[in-house]
């Protein structure tokens, strides 16, 4: 069974600029979470898909954004960049809403630096 | 929210086998202690995960005594593959929201 991918793996963006990252997940797998990984914060938690729904959020801004669709391939969007927003994204999938001991599988990530 | 404390950095040789405690005093009842190893610019990869006592696949034992506030990683016979960044966390069992810690990075000599 193929694992979580992420399109793209490399990404350079300048400020201000809005950019959309890609994560299919496992398949039969129906929650998608995404996660940013910096040197300074570690990983932090973004927000969690399930059903083409957000159903969790972790202390982003707005800037930051997501979507599920009905395949459960989610997308995530971060307007405005910011030179903070250099990071590792990561996504990771689950077969059912995460909890309860399901695991959650990770992709290889997608790194985006902003110049 | 729970939140997890290890140690930062550890040292082992080949072929040595590697404990790392990993301490989580406010787990609820509900949340799952799950362990993941990740190497420089990859996505961390799942080991294990546990709700009480011993759990062992076939790279890792984790072990969690009866107050559920501590557990350890065991990783037999280590080899210098296992030079990684290891994170203890605690999966939020009603959310799964995943709060990961600073890591422990092991680093294994030859």
Redesign the interface.
């Known amino acids: 069974k193929a694992g979580v991918t992420q399109t793209p793996r490399y990404l350079i963006k300048t400020r201000g600029q809005q950019v959309t990252l890609s994560c299919s997940p496992i398949s039969g797998h129906r929650s998608v979470s995404w996660y940013q990984q910096t040197p300074g914060q570690g990983l932090q938690f973004l927000f969690e898909y399930f059903s083409e729904t957000q159903r969790n959020k972790g202390n982003f801004p707005g800037r930051f954004s997501g979507r599920q669709f009905s395949n459960s391939r989610s997308e995530m969007n971060v307007s405005t960049l910011e030179l903070g927003d250099s990071a590792l994204y990561l996504c990771a999938s689950s077969a059912t809403l995460s909890g309860g001991g399901d695991t959650q599988y990770f992709g290889p990530g997608t790194r985006l630096t902003v110049l | 929210l729970a939140k997890t404390t290890q140690p930062i950095s550890m040292d082992s040789y080949e072929g040595q086998e590697v404990n790392i405690t990993c301490s989580h005093n406010n787990i609820a009842t ?1 949340d ?1 202690i ?1 362990w ?1 190893q990740q190497f420089p ?6 080991i294990i ?1 546990g ?1 009480k006592t011993k759990v062992t696949n076939e790279v890792a034992s984790l072990f969690i005594p009866a107050d559920r506030k501590s557990s350890t990683l065991s990783l037999p016979r280590v080899s210098l593959s296992d030079t990684a960044v290891y ?1 203890c966390l605690v ?13 422990t990075t092991l680093q294994v000599k030859p």
Request: charged letters at 10%; a positive charge; aromatic letters at 24%.
């Open positions: 509900n799952y799950t993941y610019s990859q996505g961390p990869r799942f995960q709700y994170y999966a939020q069992g009603n959310t799964g929201k995943l709060i990961f810690g600073q890591g």
